[in-house]
């Protein structure tokens, strides 16, 4: 007898082995063209790719110089490109709670197209473009799907969203639904503003669990890799490394940089010398700061590249004869060891500074701060019955002890 579906209940979807390649990096280093690069190599090895954009300021069409739309357009055999359409994915999974906002606001005095446009909070797109790639994620058209993302800033914030929407779950929604349910019948006829139906926690609660979905799907380092794109030039790579701490402590799988718009040997004029000898320099710290991460290059070209042709061209020397679907590394996700009588939660994190670490334990979670990202990690229940003991930086990871008295009055 089939299973009766519950209300609200989000459709269980089927396991996906899509390959998932997200791309990211400083604004301007050149990420569009290397993701674009990226996909059309893909498509040539025989996988269905498609490259999607979630950058506000789209260029994916200006790469390809084709147009494209925000429902995956052909580009050429196996290949689709799509540009999100923030209006589109507000109507898709918004509603419920666009309207009630927008409701309130206008019952507020707000005109009705400043409310329409106020009820789209901040995040919105960020959510919207996770929501996109686990949607095509289970398309069988697609093998492969290369996301474009936007600037590194954006893209930590996007990266964030499943963390921050579990706590607000977890420590706020339940409490707030349950007081609203019981003051309803009695406060809507004292106050003129309308208050949340149960219609619009349903698609709070609807939208929470497909965002939890997202999150299983980014951190599965067997279908997702992150890859880092920048510039030879030191605020980039400064950048790129603080990128790849954020993205360590929040276990997203990195398997390689991609290092863009190198002056090639066979410029030789006098006026290149010294930036030459800069980008060496800055070639070598690269790969001292990002090993054991596969660095791929690419120089800067004598023409714009645009258009699939060339594009192939700049995947050629980034990629050689390697499929760029593959995984090219696949480092250690966080890990709990028994060491010297105590627990120790090893998290990654290679460029983080002491100062810029705060941790602490809050019941059975325990709390990393790194400057203005946090992350609440739940403690296994072995753990969770330990007193936090002391927390190092070591060996590019910040190390946790939980019991025993070995480490406790290390500095």
């Known amino acids: 007898m089939a299973r009766k579906k519950k209300k609200n ?8 082995d899509t390959r998932i390649i997200l791309f990211t990096g400083k604004g301007g280093v050149g990420k569009t063209s ?12 025989g996988h269905g790719t498609l490259i999607m954009s979630t950058d506000a300021a789209h260029s994916l069409s200006d790469s390809f110089d084709l147009p494209i739309g925000s429902d995956p357009t052909p580009i050429a055999d196996r290949l689709w490109g799509m540009e999100i359409d923030i209006n589109e994915q507000i109507s898709r999974h918004w509603g419920a709670i666009h309207s009630f906002l927008t409701q309130f606001m206008r019952s ?41 993302c936007a600037p590194t800033a954006d893209t930590a914030r996007l990266l964030a969203i499943p963390d921050i929407a579990r706590w607000y779950m977890e420590k706020i929604f339940h409490i707030e639904r349950v ?31 497909q965002i939890l979905g997202v ?4 951190v599965d380092r067997d279908k997702t890799s992150i890859r880092m794109v920048l510039n030879p030039e030191k605020m980039v790579i400064k950048e790129a490394q603080r990128a790849y701490t954020f993205l ?63 594009l192939s ?45 705060e941790t602490w334990v809050n019941g059975d979670e325990v709390v990393i701060k790194y400057k203005n990202f946090k992350r609440n990690l739940i403690l296994p229940r072995a753990l969770a019955k330990q007193d936090l003991g002391q927390a190092e930086l070591k060996d590019r990871a910040l190390r946790l002890y939980f019991g025993g008295n070995e480490h406790a009055s290390k500095e």
């Open 9 to 16: 209940e989000e459709p269980i979807a089927p396991p996906t």
């Open 34 to 45: 290397v993701s674009a690069a990226t996909a059309v190599r893909s498509a040539a090895y």
């Open 108 to 148: 507020r005095g707000i005109n009705s197209i400043v409310a329409d446009e106020l009820a789209v909070m901040p995040g919105m797109e960020e959510i919207f473009s996770l929501l996109s790639v686990k949607h095509y994620a289970h398309d069988p058209r697609f093998d492969v799907v290369i996301v474009d």
């Open 179 to 209: 007081v609203i349910r019981a003051v309803r019948p009695v406060a809507q006829r004292l106050i003129d503003a309308p208050l949340p139906s149960e219609a619009v926690y349903d698609s709070v609660e609807l939208l929470y669990k």
């Open 215 to 218: 999150k299983e799907l980014l």
């Open 248 to 310: 360590s402590l929040f276990d997203f799988g990195i398997d390689a940089v991609v290092v863009n718009r190198l002056l090639p040997e066979e410029v030789v004029d006098p006026y290149y010398s010294k930036w030459k000898e800069i980008q060496a320099q800055h070639m070598t710290l690269v790969r001292e700061s990002f090993a054991p991460l596969p660095i791929l290059t690419a120089p800067l070209w004598d023409q714009e590249i645009v258009g699939p042709p060339l």
């Open 313 to 357: 061209e700049m995947a050629g020397v980034m990629y050689g004869d390697q499929d760029p679907a593959g995984i090219f590394y696949q480092g250690k996700p966080v890990r709990i060891v028994h060491e010297n009588g105590s627990y120790v939660m090893e998290i990654p994190m290679p460029f983080a500074s002491r100062e810029d670490l």
